[in-house]
């Protein structure tokens, strides 16, 4: 009688149980619905990732940034030709291109930047190559053919299409001493110990009137543009100034030019020295080749040695 008691005892407690959890349960649901609850848990949830991804885009923005500026500061210190032709203040200074050859005193041949261009850089020797006479070219048969070997064989002359635009453009072909001898100073296969063939597209054996104009145009207030006098070559008068500048004069030093003189006659050659001359191949004269190097070079500033080093990139 007891048990039977019990039982149902623990059965009422147990309806009753349920009945208040149901109640609890249909308060708890109202005030879910009445208070927004599920729309302010699903929105917290949608903020906190909102804000995680937002987080995580800060992060990779900063860490580009960082990266940027890491990028921009080393391009800073790596130039290309453009670069280097729009600063003219990089004309003059050094740079550590090397060739085998030496001087004909025995020492090593220095370098620095003559000019740039859009695509190219180009270096002239510090010091005097060597000293010689241009005798040899003229007795050579090689230059022969005149001034149209520029064109006919410009895989010898690879620096005449663009550097003797002037002289080619005026359409003389003579064969006098005078083209004899720019001939060998623009002869690829003569000036091939000055071309590290690691960086450097050609070498000739000294500047052309189109390059000193081009130069002194660029770093003067004044316009002095090539032109051939005559079929034999330029007037040495007429480019006095370039000719005599201390921006082109090797501490004094008289050196060959490729550049014909007009008359055909003691004259050949214009030089670079202090009283703009010309030179008979007879003449012993000094030689600072000129090197192009390929457009895949760049230059990268070093402090501590203060000079250019050369950069593939």
């Known amino acids: 009688m007891k048990n039977k008691k019990e039982n149902g005892i623990t059965l009422v407690a147990l309806i009753i149980t349920i009945i208040v959890l149901i109640i609890i349960a249909a308060i708890s649901i109202k005030l879910v619905f009445e208070l927004n609850i599920i729309e302010y848990a699903s929105s917290g949830i949608i903020n906190y990732a909102i804000a995680q991804a937002n987080e995580i885009k800060e992060m990779d923005n900063l860490e580009n940034n960082l990266e940027d500026a890491i990028n921009q500061i080393e391009g ?14 990089n004309y003059g200074k050094k740079i550590n291109y090397e060739v085998s050859k030496k001087t004909d005193t025995g020492e090593k041949i220095e370098w620095e930047i003559f000019f740039a261009d859009e695509s190219n850089i180009y270096l002239i020797s510090s010091n005097l190559a060597y000293t010689g006479k241009l005798e040899n070219a003229v007795k050579s048969t090689k230059y022969n053919g005149g001034t149209k070997l520029l064109i006919t064989q410009s895989s010898r002359y690879l620096a005449a299409e663009k550097w003797t635009k002037s002289w080619i453009d005026s359409g003389y072909e003579s064969n ?27 070498a000739i054996g000294g500047p052309t009137l189109d390059m000193l104009c081009k130069i002194w145009n660029e770093t003067t207030d004044e316009t002095i543009e090539p032109k051939p006098n005559t079929e034999h070559g330029y007037n040495r008068r007429t480019y006095e100034k370039i000719l005599t500048a201390s921006k082109f004069r090797n501490n004094g030093k008289t050196y060959w030019t490729a550049i014909p003189s007009d008359t ?3 004259f050949a050659l214009l030089l670079i020295s202090e009283n703009y001359t010309g030179g008979a191949s007879s003449y012993s004269n000094g030689f600072r080749p000129i090197v192009c190097l390929n457009e895949s070079v760049k230059l990268e500033w070093n402090d501590n040695e203060q000079m250019y080093e050369l950069v593939m990139k």
Request: without cysteine.
């Open 76 to 89: 800073s210190q790596i130039k290309d030709a453009s670069a280097i032709a729009a600063d003219k203040s």
């Open 176 to 202: 006098t001493d005078n083209k004899k001898m720019m001939l060998y100073l623009l002869d690829n296969d003569v000036w091939q110990n000055y071309r590290n063939e690691n960086y450097a597209d050609w």
């Open 264 to 266: 055909n006659g003691g």
